[in-house]
């Protein structure tokens, strides 16, 4: 969800506008309901935490003072309730008729097969600390909360958020392994599982997690074991279901507090009528909720392309207009590879791009889901198909200033071009309101900056590339802190993004790159090798 966006939301809905409170409360819904659904496996009490979570979240708004925390924050206050719950539940009382296995329901309503499913599945034989954990755990491989998030929900340091993760994810793998052995016809097993009564505990995890240790036909896999928290990556929110919408617009005591706090009766509608989202080249309309899906295996036929350079609306009269390496390529029509991205001097603020062409899209599949999240040296995305790809940086040079590790293009297997950069600025723009120890996006003199190697193109908050084929892009964070978000994205989000430019806090129009031949851009540190150290893919490409 882009930050922007929600930010300007939360504040508006701080100051009382009741569209940006609907808007809020249906937004991060979803969220809330998978984070509670999962700690707590689908128990009964799984509406009741999510309402108090979203009414103490709407009662308390007016208390938050950044609105660019809001998600922790609610994510806080989530796993307060959940935590408060089970302090106020006795043994007896935990063990209650279960509403429906939340397990179940991400295997039905996502349609989950194979490892997937077996992973949804194991969530079920861990422990409740380890089941809230993984709540969280989840959605941050999915893209949707970052570990400092995650780390702060639980209440700890994000070192000691590295461990508990680490512990959990031994045992949802040792979970795993539990439920390929049911599946199976070991004689051994089912003379061990006789007297079970079927409801998975700690006791009989350690018990079937022996037996399989030792056991030749259990322990053996008859595949790949795909590890987690590759298979979590590509598995979104799980639709809220349509009763339980029904129950937080009507239901006695709930109804009571949605009225107290002036919901509205847009908003309560919004939270029972399907929801469209676009992903990767499909559409699905589920429930209330976003769903995540791949593009069809076989993408259709090419369409022709008609590129055109002309802008969308002439630039004021003052205006300079904005440099693109692509006027050379205009002069002479090089083959593709030969073209690298240079340095370009930043546009006049008020020149509008020129129009983006259209390329043939037929969906990007991404090894890190809808969104990745890239912190860490090493950490690494492969795409695959026909489309756009939105690369977000996040520079925190306030953290550890430096030199800058560019991340790197390997392994390429057909076209990728850099088509345009956007995010209403870039990173070396003055941040609006900021005072002088943190001037630019890069840094400030009271802090440091984050320095680009000689020669290395400036980047923008967004740069946009075209792939058509398969591309590995890899993080290699060591001098300066900063992460990178990578998502599929589309013709429409990318001319939108670049087309957006003053007032209200954005700097500058985007930046059009993309000729619509091969002689437009390629991006820098772009390589076909796989080298065993991407960080040493040399600046300029040769593709």
């Known amino acids: 969800m882009d930050s922007e966006h929600w930010r300007a939301v939360v504040t508006a809905a701080q100051d009382g506008d009741r569209r940006a ?3 809020l409360v249906a937004g991060w819904l979803p969220l809330v309901y998978n984070i509670v659904g999962r700690a707590l496996n689908g128990h009964a009490d799984v509406d009741d935490v999510v309402q108090e979570t979203m ?22 206050i989530a796993m307060r309730q959940i935590r408060d719950r089970a302090r106020r539940k006795t043994p007896d009382r935990l063990e209650e008729a279960e509403a429906s296995d939340f397990a179940e329901l991400t295997v039905l309503r996502l349609q989950l097969e194979g490892q997937r499913r077996e992973v949804a599945e194991a969530v079920r034989w861990l422990d409740g600390e380890d089941r809230q954990l ?112 029904l129950s937080l617009a009507f239901g006695g005591k709930t109804a009571v507090a949605v009225t107290s706090v002036g919901w509205s009766a847009k908003l309560l509608g919004a939270l029972t009528k399907p929801a ?31 590129p055109t350079a002309t802008p969308r609306s002439e630039p004021p009269p003052s205006a300079t207009p904005s440099p693109t390496p692509s006027s050379s390529a205009k002069r002479k029509a090089d ?41 860490h040296r090493g950490d690494s995305v492969t795409l695959s198909g026909r489309g756009f790809v939105q690369v977000r940086w996040q520079i925190s040079p306030h953290s550890r200033p430096g030199g800058v590790v560019m991340p790197t293009w390997t392994g390429l297997k057909g076209r990728l071009f850099h088509v345009a950069s956007g995010g209403s600025r870039r990173m070396d723009d003055p941040l609006p309101g900021a005072p ?42 060591r001098g300066c802190d900063y992460g990178i978000a990578v998502s599929p994205s589309n013709w429409e989000a990318v001319d939108e993004d670049v087309n957006e430019g003053p007032p209200q806090g954005a700097i500058r129009y985007g930046l059009v790159r993309d000729t619509g031949t091969d002689s437009a851009p390629v991006p820098q540190y772009l390589t076909r090798s796989a080298p065993a150290d991407p960080a040493t893919v040399p600046q300029r490409s040769r593709v």
């Open 21 to 23: 409170l609907d808007e």
């Open 55 to 76: 009414l103490r979240a709407v009662g308390n708004l007016g208390s938050l003072r950044d609105p660019d925390s809001f998600r922790s924050w609610l994510v806080a």
């Open 134 to 245: 993984l709540s969280l755990w989840w959605l941050e491989v999915a893209g949707e909360l970052t570990r400092r998030e995650l780390a702060a929900a639980v209440g700890i340091t994000r070192q000691h958020a590295a461990v508990r993760v680490q512990r959990m994810k031994e045992r949802l793998e040792t979970s795993r392994g539990i439920v390929r052995a049911l599946d199976g016809a070991c004689p051994g097993l089912r003379e061990v599982t006789g007297r079970w009564d079927g409801r998975p505990d700690s006791v009989w995890r350690k018990r079937l997690a022996r037996h399989v240790r030792g056991c030749g036909y259990c322990g053996g896999t008859r595949e790949a074991v795909v590890p987690a928290e590759r298979l979590l990556a590509g598995i979104a929110l799980v639709p809220l279901p349509v009763g339980f919408t």
């Open 276 to 306: 469209v989202a676009m992903t990767a080249g499909a559409t699905i309309v589920a429930g209330g909720a976003y769903v995540v899906t791949q593009p069809p295996d076989a993408p259709p036929p090419r369409a022709a392309v008609t």
């Open 335 to 375: 083959p593709y590879g030969t073209v690298v991205d240079a340095v370009d001097r930043a546009p006049d603020p008020n020149a509008r791009p020129a129009a983006l062409p259209r390329r043939p899209e037929s969906g990007i599949t991404s090894t890190g889901g809808p969104k990745a999240v890239m912190q």
């Open 436 to 477: 002088n120890g943190y001037a630019t996006g890069m840094g400030g003199p009271d802090i440091g900056y984050a320095v680009l190697p000689p020669g290395t193109q400036q980047m923008w908050q967004n740069e946009y590339f075209y792939l058509d084929g398969t591309v590995t892009l890899t993080q290699n964070e």
